[in-house]
C-alpha cells in the first residue's frame, strides 16, 4: 500500500478514536466531535469507515448517536500493526 499526507492523516484519524473507544467503552458522538475538534460529517465519515472494518459499533440510544467499540484494544492495535 502506498502511503500519502491524506491516508496518513486518515489513519492517525481512525487510531484516534479507537485510542478515545478503548480507553472509555462508548463515547456520544458529541463528545467524539468536541475531543476531536472535528465537525459532525467528519468524525461519522471515520466512523463509517472503523464500522466497514467491524472494529466499532454506531448505536442510538434515544435521541443520541453512541459508538462501542467491538474488540478488546489490544486485538486492534495488534492486527493494525500487521496489515499491509
Same mark, same amino acid.
Given at each position: 500500500?502506498?502511503?500519502?499526507?491524506?491516508?496518513?492523516?486518515?489513519?492517525?484519524?481512525?487510531? =484516534?478514536? /479507537?485510542? +478515545? #473507544?478503548? &480507553?472509555?467503552?462508548?463515547?456520544? !458522538?458529541?463528545?467524539?466531535?468536541?475531543? $476531536?475538534?472535528?465537525?459532525?460529517?467528519?468524525?461519522? =465519515?471515520? /466512523?463509517? +469507515? #472503523?464500522? &466497514?472494518?467491524?472494529?466499532?459499533? !454506531?448505536?442510538?440510544?434515544?435521541?443520541? $448517536?453512541?459508538?462501542?467499540?467491538?474488540?478488546?484494544?489490544?486485538?486492534?492495535?495488534?492486527?493494525?500493526?500487521?496489515?499491509?
Amino acid at each position: 500500500m502506498t502511503y500519502n499526507a491524506h491516508s496518513i492523516r486518515k489513519e492517525i484519524k481512525k487510531r =484516534r478514536i /479507537l485510542q +478515545l #473507544l478503548a &480507553e472509555n467503552q462508548v463515547l456520544s !458522538i458529541g463528545l467524539l466531535m468536541h475531543t $476531536l475538534g472535528l465537525s459532525y460529517a467528519t468524525v461519522m =465519515r471515520y /466512523l463509517n +469507515l #472503523l464500522e &466497514e472494518e467491524d472494529l466499532i459499533q !454506531i448505536e442510538r440510544e434515544g435521541e443520541e $448517536l453512541v459508538v462501542r467499540i467491538k474488540r478488546n484494544w489490544k486485538e486492534i492495535f495488534s492486527d493494525s500493526g500487521s496489515r499491509s
